[in-house]
């Protein structure tokens, strides 16, 4: 079984990919809904963001107050990293094992969308690493577009990650996305002709 991490940077269209791919029936491990499932009610994830950032962390009904652990980690960067190394290890543990139950079912590919894969270089088997790329300056008009940013607050979030040349540098295979929709999709189409 072939192992492909997708991946991109914001506003570069992984979601699009992604979503394209389950749509032609391949599995797709999504590690932001992982993300969420391991910090749920009664979760270990859950225990050990209380235990070390404490109780105002935890809403009335027992759910992760994100806001609260967002502004906690936003100007930390050793909070965040506190945080990183309790989601992290369960977020891939999790991954892991979808992509065995994956090989069980005889899949003959399987997708792990990993949105910021360079940043946080997980320790998971794969064989490839699709990115979804845009140059920086489409980046900035679709995500100031979408997020109804200005121009410096795009920027920033822009900024607070790899450049994206840097990823396309090292990444396997490159999906440009920077024309329409049916663009990006027939270059999926050509890379799965390849496997």
Request: hydrophobic share 40%; no cysteine.
């Amino acid at each position: 079984m072939k192992t492909i991490v997708i991946t991109g940077s914001i506003a570069t269209g992984k979601s699009t990919a992604s979503n394209y791919l389950i749509d032609l029936g391949y599995t797709v491990i999504d590690t932001d809904l992982i993300a969420r499932q391991v910090v749920e009610p009664g979760s270990v994830g859950l225990d050990k963001i209380k235990a070390i950032f404490g109780e105002s962390m935890i809403q009335s009904d027992g759910t992760l107050n994100r806001a609260a652990l967002g502004d906690a980690i936003f100007n930390d960067d050793q909070a965040r990293e506190q945080l990183n190394n309790i989601t992290h290890p369960l977020i891939f543990q999790e991954a892991e094992r979808q992509v065995n139950t994956a090989r069980e079912e005889g899949k003959e590919i399987v997708f792990i969308d990993i949105p910021l894969f360079y940043e946080v270089d997980p320790d998971l088997k794969f064989d490839e690493v699709w990115l979804v790329y845009v140059p920086e300056n489409i980046q900035l008009e679709r995500l100031m577009a979408r997020n109804t940013l200005s121009e410096e607050e795009a920027m920033a979030r822009i900024k607070s990650q790899i450049s994206i040349e840097d990823k396309r540098q090292k990444a396997d295979v490159i999906l440009d996305n920077s024309e329409e929709r049916s663009k990006l999709y027939q270059q999926i189409n050509d890379q799965l002709g390849n496997k």
